[in-house]
């Protein structure tokens, strides 16, 4: 069986790179509908020295492959390492990116994805930002009943359930082409590679150990997410020894897509802090 690997997407790269910035989209959606959005706010396209920015989508996820060779109880850990591996073969084919520092930034899932690679690989990242994310994410039934769900009826059955956890009623209505380019991204997410996934989320669960992530990290909020409310960043920025916490007024879970110019603020001021 071959190997799965991640796809990584270039959405700027300056002449002369002073940093990786690597974003990662969460469960259900891609680069193209949400950190795309941000990455158009988050460096100077005229500048010939800046960050070059890339996305990696998740297994089955945009353009990544269908995760074929998943565990069979697949960790949080395991999806870090092929994250790992992404970033790692990215740099070896670009020689201006050997001696940059590499920093990320997860939504949902990826967010508690940082939190992971704050443990299990703290000396490859300089800074780690947590959107919309959690050391755990509810109860780990829901995720696998979620899993059996998808495996039957599909990504598309979550569509109409999640538009309304991911983004505010206003912006629902004010920007329906940016709200579907999202579920589009969930309704066209490899089943078994959600599936998998889901299985990662029945599983993971840090709250005990924030205090062994070894890298700064700020997690970011928004003021409505239904999903990872603002105390759960305020709990990450409690419990992890170079932690903070912000959270963004107006905005629901998705928040790179619905608010790209201010998230973008937030990780530039960190990421380059």
């Known amino acids: 069986m071959e190997h799965t690997t991640l796809s990584t997407t270039t959405l700027h790269a300056p002449s002369e790179p002073t940093a990786l910035f690597v974003l990662v989209p969460g469960l259900g959606t891609d680069v193209a509908s949400t950190w795309a959005h941000t990455a158009a706010h988050l460096v100077d396209g005229g500048a010939a020295a800046g960050p070059q920015v890339i996305g990696v989508d998740l297994p089955g996820h945009g353009l990544s492959a269908p995760w074929t060779d998943a565990p069979a109880e697949p960790t949080m850990s395991a999806l870090g390492n092929l994250l790992v591996e992404a970033v790692v073969e990215h740099r070896a084919r670009r020689p201006e990116l050997t001696e940059v520092p590499v920093s990320a930034a997860g939504t949902s899932l990826a967010g508690g994805l940082m939190l992971q690679l704050g443990i299990d690989h703290p000396d490859r990242f300089a800074r780690l930002v947590v959107v919309g994310g959690a050391p755990r994410f509810g109860d780990p039934q829901t995720w696998i009943e979620r899993a059996e769900t998808i495996r039957a009826a599909g990504t598309a059955s979550l569509a109409e359930g999640s538009a ?3 983004f505010t009623e206003d912006f629902r209505r004010e920007h329906a082409h940016e709200v579907e380019a999202v579920l589009d991204s969930l309704r ?3 089943d078994a590679s959600y599936a998998a996934l889901c299985s990662v989320q029945s599983r993971f669960d840090l709250r005990d150990r924030l205090s ?4 700064p990290v700020l997690a970011v909020a928004g003021e409505h997410d239904p999903v990872a409310p603002p105390e759960q960043a305020e709990t990450i920025a409690a419990g992890v020894p170079q932690g903070s916490a912000t959270t963004v ?5 998705q928040i790179p897509t619905q608010k790209p110019a201010e998230t973008a603020e937030l990780l530039r001021g960190f990421l380059q802090g």
């Open 188 to 190: 066209t997410a490899d």
């Open 249 to 253: 007024p107006g905005v629901a879970h």
């Open 212 to 215: 062994e992530v070894a890298v």
């Open 164 to 166: 309304g956890k991911w």
